[in-house]
């Protein structure tokens, strides 16, 4: 699927202060660049806390708030920190790439 880069910029930017992400026990997530850089720095015990049998926070927030389906659903089934990291790492390189950051 080809993404403009309007839409790119769209995806790669701040979120509205009461759509961050409140990470538990963690940091206040505005972008995607902020999401991967705290996946890096999570310990499994706060990623458990949002991804499990019953939920991925993670994978809702980026959908619902960010707008990006494809990642979204790239990591919903996702229950391991480092693949979650790497699909975010990745989406971001294609998005700097397309809004030629």
Do not use: Q
């Not at 880069?5 to 972008?31: Q, T």
Request: hydrophobic share 40%; glycine share 2%; with cysteine.
């Amino acid at each position: 699927m080809k993404i403009s880069k309007e839409l790119a910029e769209k995806f790669l930017s701040d979120v509205p202060e009461p759509n961050c992400f409140w990470v538990n026990n963690g940091p206040i997530i505005r972008n995607l660049d902020d999401l991967a850089t705290a996946f890096e720095y999570m310990d499994d015990a706060t990623y458990s806390y949002h991804v499990n049998k019953e939920k991925n926070d993670f994978s809702n927030w980026i959908k619902d708030i960010i707008g990006d389906e494809l990642l979204a659903k790239e990591i919903s089934k996702s229950r391991n920190k480092d693949f979650s990291l790497k699909k975010v790492e990745e989406r971001v390189l294609l998005l700097k790439k397309v809004a030629k950051r």
